[in-house]
């Protein structure tokens, strides 16, 4: 069965310091990876994805992500965070060949100190 | 607002009472899931649509549980006899071919 980690659950930073998230995944089959963030008081919002080609994807508000298939991970990058990214991050997976189904992190609450 | 909306935005009901949540996709979005996120967690898969058929249920998903969409437009989502454990978010997303899924803003329902 599939799965995906997320190591760490609750991160605190200080504006302008930089952002790693961890995320693994679980599955020997060919994977679709996401990136969702949920800013307070609002709906999951498609942060980035990797479906195949450059394993390094960028996304919206200066995130990107790195895909390295033999260790199975899908981290989460920003160079300076913001205030305003102050938000939970869910890692998701879906497997290629079934109905698109996402398999979600448990994930990351990042609050980013003014 | 052309995204997913869903109704209620929040339920509260009595342990054995039925609710229903209703989610409208994207219009030509052809593929729709119910997810439940619990505190704490991240969303969990209930159920999957392809235009009206119901393709695959999760096995979170007991028999109080049903989800239709019929003419594959809006679908529902019925839980009966409620029970404490089913307090949750109730989020419903869509997508079209092999685009990313869009989500709704929830239906947060509280068992009293």
């Known amino acids: 069965a599939q799965s995906v980690s997320q190591h760490n659950h609750h991160v605190i930073l200080s504006e302008a310091a930089s952002l790693e998230l961890g995320c693994n995944y679980s599955?020997?089959?060919?994977?679709?990876l996401f990136w969702y963030v949920q800013y307070p008081g609002q709906h999951l919002q498609l942060l980035l994805k990797y479906f195949s080609g450059d394993p390094l994807v960028k996304g919206i508000k200066g995130f990107e992500a790195e895909f390295i298939k033999s260790k199975f991970s899908f981290n989460l990058r920003k160079p300076s965070v913001q205030w305003s990214d102050t938000a939970e991050y869910f890692c998701?997976?879906?497997?290629?060949?079934?109905?698109?189904?996402?398999?979600f992190g448990q994930g990351t609450t990042l609050q980013v100190k003014p | 607002d052309t995204g997913v909306s869903q109704d209620p935005r929040h339920k509260i009901t009595k342990r054995g009472q039925n609710v229903t949540f209703r989610c409208d996709p994207i219009s030509e979005h052809n593929r729709l899931y119910w997810y439940r996120q619990t505190l704490g967690q991240g969303p969990e898969f209930l159920t999957y649509?392809?235009?009206?058929?119901?393709?695959?249920k999760s096995r979170l998903l007991s028999d109080r549980f049903s989800a239709e969409r019929p003419k594959g437009s809006f679908s529902t989502l019925e839980i009966q006899r409620t029970e404490q454990g089913d307090s949750a978010m109730y989020l419903c997303?869509?997508?079209?071919?092999?685009?990313?899924?869009?989500f709704g803003p929830g239906t947060r329902l509280t068992v009293l």
């Open positions: 997303a869509s997508r079209h071919s092999r685009d990313t899924q869009y």
């Open positions: 998701a997976v879906n497997a290629q060949s079934n109905t698109g189904k996402l398999i």
């Open positions: 599955y020997g089959g060919t994977v679709n």
């Open positions: 649509f392809q235009n009206e058929a119901q393709l695959e």
